[in-house]
């Protein structure tokens, strides 16, 4: 029998293998040997708790009562957050690549204490996602359950190692995020998403390294203060955000920032489609992604006429939702495109159900873009892109057949010299 090299190793060494694993694979390992058995609480790689595919699953299951889906999802809530808390205690590593955690509801109790565990870990990525994506029945709940990150819990640990920060149905105000921006140096990626507290927001600063932004939340914005971010390429606005810089467009800070962006995200709301005119072009956005809310009967002038303002782009996806309001009346179509699209060369389409808006706003998009060469029709709902890898790709096997029939009913519309595929 050989001899075991890698038992012979110091701890450090050890360490360092252990943290390329995944925390599941590094916690197998304690069942080798003695030795082995408390090895894994040195892991220092990227933490990763996330419950999205339980729920999902959960969720389809349409055989269970409701009752009964409710008890199965607090019970593995509670043994998530079980295994976190353990997890967290045992852990000897002086710092940690990241820390993720994905699951509806959260913990309000517990938010001081992972804010703290992040700190004193010095994390890079921390990734918080409590969002209501699977569980229906829960979503009256959320109203009074809120996971709140005040500025007092901020203020109180030192997160200067962080470069990326995410929250998700977290409710952080103004305050905090001022005080994340001016006590982590070297933070590049900032996302903020459904917090229900955000007001008085203010972005600015020359020293800031930030690279992307991206803000949806709920709160009406009357003045839009995000100043000169050197760094900044990439950005996506959502909700009131969104709202505000679509109608917006000519105001002295908003050009600003649109001005030095090379990617731009977009989240339209249902209510205000109106065709739009006159507006300012932004050569330097190579890559637009617009959201688009969508019920069968809507016409697609705005999304359609914004386009008008970013004639360089060569990288478009459309991301179409289907909104809560009812069926509208058909209205003729009524906007054109003021200008060809020379550079784009790539289309990526998801949320596209083969309804007749849907394909003629496409089809004006194929008229004037004589230099496109792929079509890429994503079954992966909007509303799923910042869910884990296998919850991502379950939906897409499970869509797949319904999407290549979708497709179908688009291909006498491509031009043929244009590949048309399903993701």
Not at 13 to 39: D, H, P, V
Not at 386 to 401: F, P
Request: include cysteine; charge should be neutral; hydrophobic fraction near 45%.
């Amino acid at each position: 029998m050989g001899k075991d090299f890698i038992s012979s190793m110091p701890n450090e060494i050890i360490a360092m293998i252990l943290t390329l694993l995944t925390l599941k694979e590094a916690r197998r390992t304690s069942i080798l040997s003695r030795r082995w058995k408390n090895l894994w609480t040195f892991f220092s790689g990227f933490l990763i708790f996330d419950n999205s595919m339980k729920t999902l699953q959960m969720c389809r299951d349409r055989k269970t009562l409701k009752l009964k889906k409710c008890t199965h999802f607090v019970n593995e809530w509670e043994k998530l957050m079980s295994n976190l808390e353990h997890v967290l205690r045992s852990l000897t590593s002086p710092s940690l690549e990241g820390l993720r955690i994905c699951i509806d509801m959260g913990n309000p109790q517990k938010l001081a204490d992972l804010i703290k565990f992040a700190a004193d870990k010095s994390v890079r990525v921390l990734d918080l996602d409590f969002s209501y994506h699977f569980i229906s029945t829960f979503i009256g709940v959320s109203d009074s359950i809120r996971n709140v990150l005040s500025p007092t819990i901020v203020q109180m640990q030192s997160l200067r190692s962080l470069r990326v920060l995410r929250l998700a149905a977290v409710d952080v105000d103004g305050e905090a995020i001022h005080y994340f921006l001016a006590s982590c140096p070297y933070l590049e990626i900032l996302f903020i998403k459904e917090s229900r507290i955000l007001e008085h927001l203010r972005v600015w600063g020359h020293g800031l390294r930030l690279k992307h932004l991206e803000f949806n939340c709920f709160q009406k914005i009357e003045t839009f203060n995000f100043e000169w971010i050197p760094s900044l390429t990439e950005a996506s606005f959502g909700g009131q955000y969104g709202c505000y810089l679509q109608s917006n467009m000519h105001d002295i800070v908003v050009h600003q920032l649109l001005s030095q962006l090379l990617v731009l995200n977009l989240e339209l709301r249902a209510f205000d489609m109106t065709f739009l005119e006159g507006l300012p072009k932004f050569t330097n956005v190579k890559h637009l992604e617009l959201t688009i809310p969508h019920v069968c009967g809507m016409e697609l002038d705005r999304p359609i006429s914004l386009l008008t303002a970013f004639p360089s782009i060569y990288l478009l996806k459309l991301k179409f939702y289907r909104s809560r309001l009812g069926p509208l009346p058909m209205q003729p179509w009524v906007a054109n495109l003021e200008c060809e699209f020379p550079n784009l060369k790539e289309l990526e389409v998801s949320g596209y159900r083969r309804d007749p808006s849907q394909i003629e706003m496409l089809t004006t998009i194929f008229e004037n873009a004589p230099n496109l060469k792929k079509i890429a029709v994503d079954p992966l709902s909007p509303i799923h892109v910042h869910r884990s890898n296998d919850v991502k790709a379950w939906i897409r096997e499970s869509n797949h057949e319904t999407t290549i029939w979708f497709v179908d009913g688009l291909k006498q519309y491509v031009p043929p010299h244009v590949e048309l595929l399903v993701l």
